[in-house]
C-alpha cells in the first residue's frame, strides 16, 4: 500500500492534485522549486513541505513527479539521490518526452526503483475535482500499485503500453488539441472579415460537427473574453507540440501537418515572449490577419 508520497511539482496541476491526495488520507510531502511554494501548499491545503527533492522522497513508497519537461524531471531524480530507496514507485505525471522517461526508467531499474508514466488531461478544473484522464504507461505489476493514488486525482485510467506509452498518447492528444485550437480561430478570423459574429459563431460549432475542445471551453471563456487565463502555458503546449513530432520521427511517420502546428506554436512562443497562457496563442492568428477577434462583441 502506498501511503506517503513526495510530490514534486507544486504548480497549476500538481498544487490541486496534491491537494486531492491530502483529502484522500494519503501522507503528502510536497516539494517545489519556487521557495516556500511548498510551504504554502503545506500550510493552506495540508501535509508537510520538504526544503529540497533528496528531503521529500526519504520515507517515501512513491513519488508523484509533475514538472514541465524531462529535462526537469531528469534533474529532480538527480537531486533525489540516494535518498530515493530500493522499492520506490515513481510516477512520472508531466506531460514528458517517452524516449526520456525510458532512459530514466532504465536507469532507476537497477536500484530497485520502478517507474510509470501518467500524464493527464483536463487541465485545472479537473484537476480540483479529481476527474482527470490518465494515461498510463509502465509494467502491469506497477500500474496496479499506482492505482489507489491515482483514483483520488482522475476518473478515467488507461493502460496504455509499456513505460512513455501515457506520454505518447499524452502529445498526440495535445497535437490534436492545438490543431484544433489554430484553425478554430483562423474561422473565426474569416468569419468576423465575412462579417460573422464570432460569439455567436461558436454557439453555432458548438452545435455542428466542427465541435472540439477549444470550441466548447477556451474561444469565448479566455479568447473572446480577452483574458488568456487558462491555466496551461503557451510554452507548454509548444513542448506538447514537439514531443508528438518527436514520436512522428521516431516511428518514420510522415506528419506535415503536424510539423506546421508546432512551428507555428513555437512561432507564439518567439512573438509573444515567456510566461503567456495558451489561449494567447490566438493573438498570433491575429496578428498575421491584422484583425482582433471580438471586436465590440466581446463575450465575458
Ligand atoms: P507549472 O509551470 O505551473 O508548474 C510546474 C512546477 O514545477 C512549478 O511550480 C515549478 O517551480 C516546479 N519545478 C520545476 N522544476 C522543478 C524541480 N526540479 N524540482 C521541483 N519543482 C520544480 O506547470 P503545470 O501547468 O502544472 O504543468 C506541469 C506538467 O503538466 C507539464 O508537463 C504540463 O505540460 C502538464 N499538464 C498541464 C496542464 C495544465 O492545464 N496546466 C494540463 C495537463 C498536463
Known sequence: MLSRIAFIGIGNMGWPMAARLVGAGFEVVACDAVPD???????????????????????????????????????????????????????????????ATRGIAESLAGRGVAV?????????????????????????????????VLRAMGTSLTHVGGVGAGQAMKALNNLMGAAGFLIGIEALLIGQRFGLDPALMVDVLNASTGMNSSTQ??????????RFDAGFGLELMAKDCSVAMEVARDTATPAPFAALCREMWASAVALLGPGQDHTAMAQLSERLAGETLGGGNRVA
Open 116 to 148: 510509470i508514466d501518467a500524464p493527464v488531461s483536463g487541465g485545472v478544473p479537473k484537476a480540483k475535482t479529481g476527474e482527470l484522464a490518465i494515461m498510463l504507461g509502465g509494467e502491469a505489476a506497477a500500474v496496479a500499485r499506482a492505482e489507489p
Open 37 to 99: 511554494r511548498a510551504g504554502r501548499f503545506a500550510g493552506e491545503v495540508g501535509g508537510e513541505a520538504a526544503a529540497d527533492a533528496a528531503a521529500a522522497v526519504r520515507g517515501a513508497n512513491a513519488v508523484i513527479t509533475i514538472l514541465p519537461t524531462s529535462k526537469h524531471v531528469a534533474e529532480a531524480v538527480t537531486a533525489m539521490g540516494d535518498a530515493l530507496a530500493s522499492g520506490t514507485l515513481l510516477i512520472e505525471m508531466s506531460s514528458g518526452s517517452p524516449t
Open 217 to 226: 471551453r477556451k474561444f469565448k471563456q479566455f479568447v473572446l473574453s480577452r
